[in-house]
């Protein structure tokens, strides 16, 4: 067959596979990831993973990690086991398969773990070398390694998170090496808040996180000293505080196993969040110039768009349903893929705000049913960044005009209460509403005839800022500067699967050489090492992959090639594998080899060769 024939015949294979990814996306409402595992032999050039890419490029339910995401996380020397894939078709060394597992559940911890919003960076000795108040601006210095750091800051700027700066030191000193220095990469146009003092740190994250309206629990802290990062890690409880390795060169690689730091799918609101920030300090000038509040609003020429979801709305849809705890009625939280799957009666819309100053993005999300003659409301949130300017009221009213267009007479608001969402209650009690309580919460009820006049509030969100966490994280334990370190490698990560799997060496007895060499090999690969030649391989934990393991550690330390057919047989232990080594041992063994076992024989007493036969029946 031709290559031309070849990638004809291949590309149909791969346009079946996304009509079936796309169909199992339609039909089951989780996260779906496509991990396109190496060949030996490159006989397309990509071809069939940028099919897949492009296939589902901009699909929020469906990610593709592809052979470059593999070989740039996890570089593996030897990839392939040509003795594996020959005898069972297992084609990758162990290590190949750590690396393709660890890129599979990052990717997947990415997609199901709450992300941080903000990343809080130290500066001397941190975004660069020496003490500006020591050294001054012209005596510290931003080496190749520096600017990586300030690099990858900046991507992790562009994936959405916000940036901002914490330092002791004196402000104009800070200033003067972000503006004026000619090999600083980061600049203050990149921050969205500074605080450059004397004060605890954990002190000004909180009060970043207040001007940023978000919760310290979004954040991430990274800073040079450990002692700051016990410190910041003390005072502002969810934070991650990263103390960065004292080599500026192993800065960068640090970061980039540090899990939480993985982005999943970048929305187009992630991509102009740092802008829509600098947008807001613009309002908030605007606001403390104008006379008053009523002012303020009236030359806000705001614009709240209720419209239907889209497939492009998905992530960013979902990303509101994870993310939003003020605002939120019922705290529904919902994947890209259920989102795209309502069930038949329930219609989700996207809110989307713009002002003079610029556009908020996606800011809320609604969902709604009908059930008799009552327009049901059963989720219905607003990012805490629009609220008290009469924002959810316009909202409300739009529903409003939606059930009397229906010919419907009331609409439904259930509320469920949590430890964040009072603002949505507050709301919820200023409409002309009917409030009935309920066993979980309460539901307010009101004429669809009604009018909703906007309530305008000067004081932004009611309680505490928003997190990124709803209740803690599962992985909140994790010490994830020791996994950054440890196990950065595919061999540092099958090598603490291999410790956290073998917990004893094998204890047969036996006086057999190729035993006792089997029931090694079974000790390292095995949950249990054997406590008997009797032990039963697939007894111990054995499994198919590991059959594979195990005979390519036969054919190097004994020399011996096993078909792998002669291993799945429930015979499969360690006296009848030693046996059968030992009869391929015979089989090779040459004249010489043969004579001097037969000499051996003729020394052996004949009750010696009476009990060697015993143990072979």
Same mark, same amino acid.
């Given at each position: 067959?031709?290559?031309?024939?070849?990638?004809?015949?291949?590309?149909?294979?791969?346009? &079946?596979?996304?009509?079936?990814?796309?169909?199992?996306?339609?039909?089951?409402?989780?996260?779906?990831?496509?991990?396109?595992?190496?060949?030996?032999?490159?006989?397309?050039?990509?071809?069939?993973?940028?099919?897949?890419? *492009?296939?589902?490029?901009?699909?929020?339910?469906?990610?593709?990690?592809?052979?470059?995401?593999?070989?740039?996380?996890?570089?593996?020397?030897?990839?392939?086991?040509?003795?594996?894939?020959?005898?069972?078709?297992?084609?990758?060394?162990?290590?190949?398969?750590?690396?393709?597992?660890?890129?599979?559940?990052?990717?997947?911890?990415?997609?199901?773990?709450?992300?941080?919003?903000?990343?809080?960076? %130290?500066?001397?000795?941190?975004?660069? %070398?020496?003490?500006?108040?020591?050294?001054?601006?012209?005596?510290?210095?931003?080496?190749?390694?520096?600017?990586?750091? =300030?690099?990858?800051?900046? @991507? =992790?700027? $562009? #994936?959405?998170?916000?940036?901002?700066?914490?330092?002791? +030191?004196?402000?104009?000193?800070?200033?003067?090496?972000?503006?004026?220095?000619? %090999?600083?990469?980061?600049?203050?146009?990149?921050?969205? $808040?500074?605080?450059?003092?004397?004060?605890?740190? !954990?002190? +000004?994250?909180?009060?970043? *996180?207040?001007?940023?309206?978000?919760?310290?629990?979004?954040?991430?802290?990274?800073?040079?000293?450990?002692?700051?990062?016990?410190?910041?890690?003390?005072?502002?409880?969810?934070?991650?505080?990263?103390?960065?390795?004292?080599?500026?060169? $192993?800065?960068?690689?640090?970061?980039?196993?540090?899990?939480?730091?993985?982005?999943?799918?970048?929305? /187009?609101?992630?991509?102009?969040?740092?802008?829509?920030?600098? /947008?807001?300090?613009?309002?908030?000038? #605007?606001?403390?110039?104008?006379?008053?509040?009523?002012?303020?609003?009236?030359?806000?020429?705001?614009?709240?768009?209720?419209?239907?979801?889209?497939?492009?709305?998905?992530?960013?849809? /979902?990303?509101?349903?994870?993310?939003?705890? =003020?605002?939120?009625?019922?705290?529904?939280?919902?994947?890209? *893929?259920?989102?795209?799957?309502?069930?038949?009666?329930?219609?989700? @819309?996207?809110?989307?705000?713009?002002?003079?100053?610029?556009?908020?993005? =996606?800011?809320?999300?609604?969902?709604?049913?009908?059930?008799? &003659?009552?327009?049901?409301?059963?989720?219905?949130?607003?990012?805490?960044?629009?609220?008290?300017?009469?924002?959810?009221?316009?909202?409300?009213?739009?529903?409003?005009?939606?059930?009397?267009?229906?010919?419907?007479?009331?609409?439904?608001?259930?509320?469920?209460?949590?430890?964040? +969402?009072?603002?949505?209650?507050?709301?919820?009690?200023?409409?002309?509403?009917?409030?009935?309580?309920?066993?979980?919460?309460?539901?307010?009820?009101?004429?669809?005839?009604?009018?909703?006049?906007?309530?305008?509030?000067?004081?932004?969100?009611?309680?505490?800022?928003?997190?990124?966490?709803?209740?803690?994280?599962?992985? *909140?334990?994790?010490?994830?500067?020791?996994?950054?370190?440890?196990?950065?490698?595919?061999?540092?990560?099958?090598?603490?699967?291999? #410790?956290?799997?073998?917990?004893?060496?094998?204890?047969?007895?036996? @006086?057999?050489?190729?035993?006792?060499?089997?029931?090694?090999?079974?000790?390292?690969?095995? &949950?249990?090492?054997?406590?008997?030649?009797?032990?039963?391989?697939?007894?111990?934990?054995?499994? !198919?992959?590991?059959?594979?393991?195990? #005979?390519?550690?036969?054919?190097?330390?004994?020399?011996?090639?096993?078909?792998?057919?002669?291993?799945?047989?429930?015979?499969?232990?360690?006296?009848?594998?030693?046996?059968?080594?030992?009869?391929?041992?015979? %089989?090779?063994?040459?004249?010489?080899?043969?004579?001097?076992?037969?000499?051996?024989?003729?020394?052996?007493?004949?009750?010696?060769?009476?009990?060697?036969?015993?143990?072979?029946?």
């Amino acid at each position: 067959m031709s290559l031309g024939e070849w990638r004809d015949e291949s590309g149909g294979l791969v346009d &079946d596979l996304v009509h079936a990814i796309r169909s199992c996306a339609d039909r089951a409402p989780v996260p779906h990831l496509v991990v396109c595992c190496p060949a030996d032999v490159s006989t397309d050039d990509g071809v069939a993973e940028k099919h897949l890419e *492009a296939a589902f490029a901009g699909d929020a339910r469906v990610r593709v990690l592809t052979e470059d995401d593999v070989r740039r996380q996890y570089p593996v020397a030897a990839r392939f086991d040509p003795y594996g894939n020959s005898t069972a078709h297992v084609p990758y060394t162990p290590a190949m398969f750590a690396a393709l597992a660890s890129v599979t559940v990052r990717a997947l911890h990415a997609a199901v773990t709450p992300r941080p919003k903000v990343i809080v960076v %130290d500066a001397d000795n941190t975004l660069w %070398d020496g003490v500006v108040g020591e050294d001054g601006v012209g005596g510290v210095v931003v080496g190749p390694a520096r600017r990586a750091f =300030q690099e990858f800051l900046l @991507d =992790q700027r $562009a #994936a959405g998170r916000l940036l901002a700066l914490c330092s002791r +030191n004196v402000g104009s000193d800070v200033l003067d090496v972000l503006s004026g220095h000619p %090999d600083m990469v980061l600049r203050p146009g990149h921050l969205a $808040a500074m605080r450059v003092n004397w004060a605890p740190k !954990s002190a +000004n994250l909180h009060e970043i *996180a207040a001007e940023l309206s978000l919760g310290v629990d979004s954040f991430v802290f990274l800073d040079d000293n450990p002692v700051e990062c016990a410190e910041v890690a003390a005072g502002c409880p969810g934070t991650l505080a990263l103390p960065l390795p004292a080599d500026a060169e $192993a800065v960068v690689p640090f970061l980039r196993h540090c899990w939480p730091l993985d982005v999943a799918d970048v929305t /187009a609101e992630d991509r102009e969040r740092a802008d829509r920030y600098r /947008a807001e300090r613009d309002r908030d000038r #605007a606001r403390a110039d104008a006379p008053s509040l009523e002012s303020f609003l009236a030359t806000l020429d705001l614009v709240v768009d209720v419209r239907p979801l889209g497939d492009a709305d998905l992530a960013r849809a /979902a990303q509101l349903t994870r993310r939003t705890n =003020q605002f939120n009625l019922t705290t529904v939280r919902r994947g890209p *893929a259920e989102l795209a799957s309502l069930p038949d009666g329930l219609r989700c @819309d996207v809110v989307e705000v713009r002002d003079r100053f610029g556009d908020y993005g =996606q800011v809320g999300v609604v969902v709604t049913g009908t059930e008799g &003659d009552a327009l049901v409301v059963e989720t219905f949130l607003v990012s805490c960044r629009v609220l008290g300017r009469g924002v959810e009221h316009r909202i409300l009213t739009t529903l409003l005009g939606r059930a009397r267009a229906a010919g419907l007479t009331r609409v439904r608001l259930p509320f469920e209460p949590t430890e964040r +969402n009072l603002p949505a209650l507050r709301f919820l009690e200023s409409l002309p509403a009917r409030r009935v309580d309920t066993s979980t919460g309460a539901r307010f009820e009101l004429p669809a005839t009604a009018e909703v006049a906007p309530r305008y509030t000067d004081d932004g969100p009611e309680t505490a800022p928003d997190a990124v966490t709803v209740v803690e994280a599962p992985d *909140a334990g994790v010490d994830w500067a020791r996994v950054a370190t440890t196990l950065a490698t595919a061999e540092q990560v099958l090598a603490a699967v291999e #410790a956290h799997r073998t917990t004893s060496e094998s204890t047969v007895v036996t @006086d057999d050489p190729v035993e006792a060499a089997v029931a090694a090999i079974w000790a390292r690969l095995l &949950d249990f090492p054997p406590r008997s030649v009797h032990d039963s391989f697939f007894d111990l934990g054995g499994h !198919s992959m590991l059959i594979v393991r195990f #005979a390519t550690a036969v054919r190097d330390e004994l020399g011996v090639e096993l078909a792998i057919d002669e291993l799945f047989t429930t015979a499969f232990t360690v006296a009848d594998i030693a046996h059968t080594v030992r009869r391929r041992q015979l %089989d090779r063994a040459d004249d010489a080899e043969l004579a001097d076992l037969l000499d051996e024989l003729d020394r052996l007493s004949d009750e010696e060769i009476r009990a060697m036969l015993d143990v072979e029946r």
